[in-house]
């Protein structure tokens, strides 16, 4: 079987002596793991289109299961501009995927959402924090962990501005005996439902909710993204 659909690389590794072993992004099956048959020979047509952060129109062939092949691999525009810390958050981004999307699963929204955070991080003016926690709750509701950042787990009443709260992976928050540097306010709570992420006290909170909420699903082996910011 044949498919054709657009797609970004969001990992490459040489295979074999020739080819490349690639996972993708695509925009209607997820992700995919394909090998590019002679893609590193220095006369493939595919050595400059298949770079990570590059929108490409792929067509494969082959099975979800199964290493499939690609075929054929066109380039849909330029490599995105992203330098600095604009790459290291997309970098930081795309081993997120490679870690935690189901192969061979449709996150068709997520697909757009992701090319969309992609842009942001290249005309960015070095805000790019906002950015990624934006990305990092999409990445969890379409993974079916979202929470509910305006009601307690445990009473389901709304949030209280003045009371602190503390995250319990896959159940919610609940009311916090004291505050802590892991705690939330009710008020920070609000804003990250509101996804209002302008001011740095709600960035921060925002950022120990993701760290909280992946942790689960990463398990024990930390990203290697996450070295490049330090």
């Given amino acids: ?74 380039a849909l525009s330029l490599s995105l501009p992203l330098t600095g810390r604009a790459l290291y958050s997309a970098l930081y981004i795309n081993e997120l995927l490679c870690r935690l999307l189901v192969p061979d699963v449709s996150y068709e929204a997520l697909f757009g959402q992701y090319l969309q955070t992609l842009c942001q991080l290249a005309a960015s003016d070095g805000q790019y924090e906002p950015i990624l926690r934006c990305f990092e709750f999409a990445l969890l509701q379409a993974l079916g962990y979202g929470v509910d950042f305006q009601r307690c787990a445990a009473t389901g009443t709304l949030v209280q501005d003045q009371v602190h709260y503390r995250y319990q992976a896959e ?10 540097q892991d705690s939330f306010s009710g008020q920070q709570l609000r804003a990250l439902a509101a996804g209002q992420l302008s001011d740095a006290a709600t960035l921060r909170a925002a950022k120990i909710f993701s760290r909280l909420a992946f942790k689960p699903y990463l398990g024990a082996r930390p990203l290697k993204s996450r070295e490049l910011f330090y």
């Fill in 1 to 74: 079987m044949e498919s054709r659909q657009r797609a970004l690389v969001l990992h490459r590794l040489p295979y074999r002596e020739t080819s490349l072993l690639l996972d993708l992004f695509t925009e209607q099956q997820g992700r995919i793991r394909l090998v590019a048959l002679g893609a590193r020979r220095r006369r493939s047509t595919l050595q400059g289109c298949l770079q990570v952060f590059t929108p490409l129109q792929i067509q494969w062939r082959g099975t979800g299961g199964t290493l499939q092949t690609l075929r054929q691999a066109e």
């Fill in 171 to 180: 159940y919610g928050f609940v009311t916090a005996a004291v505050a802590s």
